[in-house]
T-cell receptor, first 113, second 114 residues
Framework: DAKTTQPNSMESNEEEPVHLPCNHS???????IHWYRQLPSQGPEYVIHGLTSNVNNRMASLAIAEDRKSSTLILHRATLRDAAVYYC??????????????FGKGTKLSVKP | DAGVTQSPTHLIKTRGQQVTLRCSPKSGHDTVSWYQQALGQGPQFIFQYYEEEERQRGNFPDRFSGHQFPNYSSELNVNALLLGDSALYLC?????????????FGPGTRLTVL
């Protein structure tokens, strides 16, 4: 299974943008890049996913490198509610999937008021 | 549109006992996966159910078993509980035909084994 590498922790100030990096140098052509986040005492929450092109939704933006070996989750204006552990996960995207999300330790984001 | 629901929220058991956890998938989803999350760790995949059959299994002993019902809801059973089974148990659902494998998680059941 393709693996991802993320920093253990990051800090941000409230209302400032946050860029969360993820390296996935062994990604294959059919792997989707997913981001989930987990707030304290809650289940993981889907944030965004992409394949090759940059993606935007109401929660965040996903910037994918041209060679797809890295990606960056962008929170445009961090709020205190964005303090969570962020997981970058690759999923096999050919005709349905293996169904097995492999979580690493993720990046713990702290947001200061 | 209801999301993934799980019951109970919390559970306390003693070593050797058996436990059953329940999950109802998000509306329109037909595939359910179960994950175990120990304190301070990322979730670990236990197994996945589709069409009432176990389709894929992670590295968990046979003490962990499951079931999926015709309405797509699912149960996770753990027999002969050990102290190390104390964890947050998460259920996630998705649609089998969807290529991206985006899964939606429930709030989890916190199991404490004494």
């Amino acid at each position: 299974d393709a693996k991802t590498t993320q920093p253990n922790s990051m800090e941000s100030n409230e209302e400032e943008p946050v860029h969360l990096p993820c390296n996935h140098s062994t990604i294959s052509g059919t792997d989707y890049i997913h981001w989930y986040r987990q707030l304290p005492s809650q289940g993981p929450e889907y944030v965004i996913h992409g394949l090759t092109s940059n993606v935007n939704n109401r929660m965040a933006s996903l910037a994918i490198a041209e060679d797809r070996k890295s990606s960056t989750l962008i929170l445009h204006r961090a709020t205190l509610r964005d303090a969570a552990v962020y997981y970058c996960i690759l999923t096999y995207g050919y005709g349905g999937s293996q169904g097995n999300l492999i979580f690493g330790k993720g990046t713990k984001l702290s947001v200061k008021p | 549109d209801a999301g993934v629901t799980q019951s109970p929220t919390h559970l306390i058991k003693t070593r050797g006992q058996q436990v059953t956890l329940r999950c109802s998938p998000k509306s329109g989803h037909d595939t359910v996966s179960w994950y175990q999350q120990a304190l301070g760790q990322g979730p670990q995949f236990i197994f996945q159910y589709y069409e009432e059959e176990e389709r894929q299994r992670g590295n968990f002993p046979d003490r962990f078993s499951g079931h999926q019902f015709p309405n797509y809801s699912s149960e996770l059973n753990v027999n002969a509980l050990l102290l190390g089974d104390s964890a947050l148990y998460l259920c996630a659902s998705r649609t089998a035909g969807e290529a991206t494998d985006t899964q939606y998680f429930g709030p989890g059941t916190r199991l404490t084994v004494l």
